[in-house]
């Protein structure tokens, strides 16, 4: 069963479960929050990467959106087409016509087709089910304890000063988007694990990306405090 989204295409991948602040700043993305907020609850649109990496607004940042200017004839080859549902969690317009919203991945979706033809992006999408996979949480457990020693290595602190190590959930698909968001892959890796088939798909390869950056990490002399996580994350 399909149903059509009005898409935002981003440089960063969403996951279900991640929080997504955006500055809506630019003519066909305010039109686009403009009608979503006219109609009933919930405001729902897609999100999906940019192929080349380019965002449209996230937000703090400012300046024009030449990104996306004739994207729509081209979506098919500059967006990926597996993306996650934001759900609309709250909206605030400003003074300058633009919007400061807050977001919530929630599903993931395939797109079927786009269509270009109104004044901002939308397409046929189908809703991707999530599968758990055999042996999740002996395959959690694994991915937790290297990416705790990715989070030391990344901070370049001993555990004892490094925050958050304690809050990991317990639920392996949970986990598995949790990791993908906070970690720092290339959109390549990141897009790959959102479109894994299941949760055990998800973190075979995040076990194996996690050991592979340890291992280059571990080269380093010394590494700067870094922002792991710059998208919230809500596990409900």
Sequence with gaps: MTERLPLFPLGTVLYPGLVLPLNVFEERYRRLVADLV???EPYRFGVVAIRDGRDVAPTGQ???????????????????????????????????????LIATGTTRFRVQSFDATGPYLTAEVERVPEELGAEATM??????????AYQKRLAGARESTVTGLQDLPDDPMVLSYLVAAASVFDTTDKQRL?????????????????????????????????ELTRQAFNPN
């Design 194 to 226: 959102l479109a894994a088939d299941t949760a055990v798909e998800r973190l075979t390869a995040e076990l194996a990306l996690l050991r592979r950056e340890n291992a280059v990490l571990a080269k380093l002399p010394s590494l700067p405090a870094v």
């Design 62 to 100: 400012d300046g024009g959106n030449q990104a996306l200017a004739g994207l729509g004839s081209d979506a098919a080859h500059s967006l990926f087409d597996l993306g996650c549902v934001a759900e609309i969690a709250s909206v605030e317009s400003r003074k300058d016509g633009g919007y400061d």
């Design 139 to 148: 395959l959690a457990a694994a991915v937790e304890r290297v990416f705790r």
């Design 38 to 40: 006219s109609g009933p």
